[in-house]
């Protein structure tokens, strides 16, 4: 038995290092984290449980039949192949598929949030090859920011210029006295940034803006979105209903005088187009307190007490990624930004605007100031993409028109649907439509290091390593420690590495030499690592060869002063230093978006009612309001069978909250199984009784994996608790088409029915 003491490594949760037992390994976070994330409690059950890949698996219908579309990928069993029969497969169907169909046939999009680690980056890895092999359709913005990423640029610039470097968590603790926290800051999201964290200091930083006197007001649905040390003042909003409550509030500062109007003059664009909308001289109705009250649920008085409270004070205005990620998801955030400029606070230190700050771990940290080590993906030979969430449309409507920010484009045919990294039966809406939609390609290729629903829908299905089993280098932009991942244990099975598996299939496609360059992973890290240590030695700092920062274990990168970005430029000289928007301001109301002539997203902020929300006609028969947000024991779907997940379930079955009022109005007590449905499926789950939610709230993470009691049902019943059975797979507005995963309706009933097991970590064999 060897013991290994302290190997350093990475997640997107957290550094951390590792002992070793032979497959047995203890996690230990980052002695300098200071509120490690429980979720490394996950990585343990990581190195080799049964729901592992072991070998190259191929579906016996696509083996038997040959490549086309098939009802059965999902519900059919899978054959064992070696790695020569599975590569020569998968290389003579794209060989075969580029010669057909050509690149426009290939979908390459493969959202996903893979693992930490620069080089082994399934999604780079991914698109490097695909560039290399031919080309092929890929996907834009993300399922976190999809209706943000889109509208802040016509708004106020890009997602950076109000996410990353404009309101830091420093100047949150020193400068703001009064934080509009919109969907909250919940600590469970920030233990979460992409490619990692070495310290997490959300909690710490909350906890002493509040001791200097900070005042937060939590804006939501559920009380514990902000932690209970920051003494938020709670407002249990109607999910979905935020915008209402912004012009209820921007209609009190003007309608009392308290709006800054010199700002807006001097700032901004097309406030008296937006003014005429507010105080209801363009429609008959004023968007007073009373007309917001009646929509959001809260008190009327409330609504101007809060707007009288922010006016003249050092105001930040937070917006969670989970209001965007909703039916008309720009609203909130191009509304959150004109509120701020209401009262005349964007641009200040602590003040104005700040999107996802409190989303995830690394947002408002000072950016590098060096670069990091990144693949190169080379060019694309074809420019044809979808907004990434909608996937289910495209596959489903080959050559149909469809609407994305100002253009009008056509859903490629795609023949063959390669994904890496990602588990699109977790992270997409209406898991019955998406198993429609998945059955119409030729062929289906998943890389996966376990049998996630997404591995089950494919015909080829090749094993993939976790990052334990590999080395790399972990670093992300908002973070200053880049670590030395060092490999733990050995493979799992015959498990390869995404860039030994892509290696294999270029050289069957004779594209070996451009793919490599002649490199194995290692003599990548070295080549990949050095811009990084020439940057540092430019600035005369420590800059470690590679072996020593190997040894090592990690390096602390520099990082560069705050200096609030381009808004805060702005607000200096607004002549000197424009937005990047087409006025060159802040705009409040856009001629652009207006010119489009979107009904779901005009141009102004707008208030527009649901179709599957507060007041639409499904409340009639599913009248609960149902939130599917990120989980607080693993990262969306990743390692659910981890101690952590497991521990949070309810027999087995995800958690689902809801208060005890609507409990008790259907017999639901705690601990019992019940059944939320809709008219798109439903799922089974354990009940929490809980009075940190809304009355008529009922709130159900993401991710645990999809277990359909019967596979090929239209209107599948997840018997583990996948909440995306029961959301709507509609895009945010013709704008932006983002996700809208967060919100939707439902009902619920205490289960009686004969109680199905949970076959998710079971291998499909
Ligand atoms: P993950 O579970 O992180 O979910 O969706 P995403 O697809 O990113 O999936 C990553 C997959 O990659 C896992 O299956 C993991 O095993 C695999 N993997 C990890 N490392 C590697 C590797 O090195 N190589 C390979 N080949 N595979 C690897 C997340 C998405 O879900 C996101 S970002 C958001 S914000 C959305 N949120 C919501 C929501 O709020 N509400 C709903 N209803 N739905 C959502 N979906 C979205």
Known sequence: MTRVHGLSHSSHWGAFSVLVRDRDIEVVPHPRDPDPSRLLGNLPASVSHKARIAQPMARRGW?????????????????????????????????RIYAMHGPRAVFGGSYGWASAGRFHDAQHQIHRFLNLAGGYVRSVNSYSSGAAAVILPHVIGPQAAVAGNNVSWAELVSESAVVLAFGGMALKNNDVGGGGTSQHIARANLEAARKRGCEFHLIGPLRDDLPASAEAVWYPIRPGTDVALMLGLA?????????????????????????????????????????????????????????????????????????????????????????????????????????????????????????????????????????????????LHPGE????????????????????????????????????????????????????????????????????????IGATAGDPLMVAMHRAVTPYGEARDDYDIFTGLAERLGIAEDFTEGRSARQWLEHLYEPTRCALAERGINAPEFAQFWEDGELTLPTQAWDGGIVREFRRNPEAAPLPTPSGRIEIASTKIAGFGYADCPGHPTWLAPTDGVGSPVMERFPLQLVANQPATRLHSQ?????????????????????????????????????????????????????????????????????????????????????????????????????TGQLTLIEIERFNGPMASIAAFDPPL
Request: net charge negative.
């Open 63 to 95: 083996l038997e039949n040959g490549p086309g579309p098939d009802a059965r990928r999902g519900a059919d069993k899978f054959v064992a192949l070696s790695w020569r029969e599975a590569l020569d497969h998968a290389a003579a169907e794209l060989r």
């Open 639 to 739: 390692l659910d069978f981890g101690a952590c997940s497991l521990a949070s379930k309810v027999k087995g079955r995800e958690p689902v909250r809801l208060h005890p009022h609507d409990a008790a109005a259907r017999g639901i007590r705690d601990g019992d199984i019940v059944r939320l449905y809709n008219d798109r499926g439903a799922c089974l789950a354990g009940a929490v009784l809980s009075e940190a939610l809304r009355p008529g709230v009922v709130q159900l993470a993401t991710g645990a994996w999809y277990d359909p009691a019967d596979p090929t049902a239209n209107q599948p019943t997840c018997v583990h608790g996948n909440p995306n059975v029961l959301t709507r797979d509609a895009g945010t507005s013709r704008l932006a088409q983002g996700c």
């Open 251 to 395: 209609h009190t500062l003007v309608s009392q005088g308290l709006h800054d109007g010199a700002f807006l003059d001097r700032f901004c664009a097309g406030w008296t187009i937006f003014e005429a909308y507010l105080l209801g001289r363009s429609d008959g109705q004023p968007k007073d307190a009373a007309w917001a009250a009646d929509i959001c649920g809260l008190a009327a008085d409330e609504i101007v007490g809060l707007a009288r409270l922010c006016a003249g004070r050092r105001t930040l205005i937070t917006c969670s990624q989970s209001l965007q990620r909703a039916e008309h998801g720009e609203q909130p955030i191009w509304m959150g930004v004109v509120l701020a400029a209401a009262l005349g606070q964007i641009g200040l230190k602590g003040g104005g605007f700040a999107y996802a700050l409190g989303s995830t771990s690394n947002t408002g940290k000072p950016p590098l100031a060096v670069p990091l080590p990144t693949v190169p993906t080379g060019s694309n030979s074809i420019a044809d993409f979808i907004p990434v969430a909608r996937i289910a449309d495209m596959l």
């Open 401 to 472: 028109e469809f609407d994305y920010d100002g253009q009008r484009l056509r859903y490629p045919d795609i023949k063959l649907l390669y994904w890496a990294g990602g588990n699109p039966f977790h992270h997409h809406q209406d898991l019955g439509r998406l198993r429609l939609a998945f059955c119409r390609p030729d062929t289906v290729i998943v890389h996966d290091s376990a049998w996630t629903a997404t591995a089950r829908h494919a015909d080829i299905v090749l094993p993939a390593t976790i990052t334990l089993e590999r080395e790399d």
